[in-house]
């Protein structure tokens, strides 16, 4: 599917090309670099944490203390994430997963990239999409314009701008 509106002036514009939508193979791939991403810089930090005393073992006989150290950790991580998924999608187009797959978070509307209202709203409606276990995120799938609740939510489309990449899609259809 070619999209329409999408022809930005670093991308599809300045060579008059449209730009594909990007498909759910894609969307997962670059959402998969991201999470593995968070993941390892999670751990990295729990273990420099833990390493350096600061959240205890069950060992140590500091459960609850461990545990609520955890929680508030936990939700700095995701609140550090959140910033830094919102700043690529405005400053750069992209996560860096959805960037190493040649992915780019644009405005439905007018194939520009987002401004920060924009991009917190794709955060937060990230979140609705997540949580009717990953559903509305899944939704992406069957739109025809392969928009799942968090990009209706915001007004957003993920494009592909290099058809090279785009056809990992259909590469990925022959194991589905």
């Known amino acids: 599917m070619v999209h329409d509106t999408a022809q930005l002036a670093s991308g599809g514009a300045s060579r008059g090309e449209p730009l594909a939508l990007a498909g759910i193979w894609a ?24 390493s350096g005393g600061i959240l205890a073992g069950p060992e140590d006989g500091a459960m609850i203390a ?3 150290a955890l929680a508030v950790f936990g ?3 995701l609140a550090l994430t959140s910033v830094v998924v919102a700043a690529c999608w405005r400053t750069l187009g992209a996560s860096p ?20 209202g924009r991009a917190w709203l794709r955060v937060l409606g990230t979140v609705v999409a997540l949580l009717p276990l990953g559903l509305g ?18 007004g957003t489309e993920v494009v592909v701008e290099d058809e090279s ?3 990992l899609d259909d590469w990925l259809k022959h194991f589905s």
């Open 137 to 154: 995120w899944l939704a992406a799938a069957w739109h025809p314009r392969r928009r799942g609740w968090h990009d209706r939510i915001a």
């Open 97 to 116: 997963g959805g960037m190493l797959l040649g992915c780019r978070v644009v405005d439905a509307r007018t194939g520009h990239r987002l401004r920060w």
């Open 75 to 77: 939700a700095a991580w």
């Open 165 to 167: 990449r785009a056809s």
């Open 66 to 68: 461990d545990q609520r």
């Open 27 to 50: 969307r997962a791939a670059s959402a998969s670099i991201d999470l593995t991403s968070i993941g390892v810089g999670l751990l990295i930090s729990l273990g420099a944490l833990r």
